[in-house]
């Protein structure tokens, strides 16, 4: 099953999971930060990232720059507490 096949899986089954009310609120959302012109603000792929110290899950302060010391970053964002 390619990625796309997968995503497409997920997407419907999230609307069995999802009421209808918050679907329409988070699509409208997602309209709303597209309309915003966003999109050209994010980073290309390849691009490479700028200098940054931001605390990780456990409240440490980490550096882009030792990390890449280390060899290669994976960078992964996520808004909230899970």
């Not at 997407?11 to 329409?24: C, G, L, Q, V, Y």
């Not at 994976?74 to 808004?79: A, D, H, P, Q, T």
């Amino acid at each position: 099953m390619t990625l796309q096949e997968q995503l497409d899986k997920l997407r419907e089954a999230s609307k069995a999971r999802i009421p209808a009310e918050a679907r329409a609120i988070m699509a409208r959302s997602i309209e709303d930060l597209r309309a915003s012109g966003i999109m050209s603000r994010i980073a290309k792929v390849g691009q490479p990232a700028p200098h940054f110290t931001l605390p990780n899950a456990g409240g440490d302060q980490v550096s882009l720059a030792d990390l890449r010391a280390g060899g290669p970053v994976v960078l992964s964002f996520y808004r909230g507490r899970w």
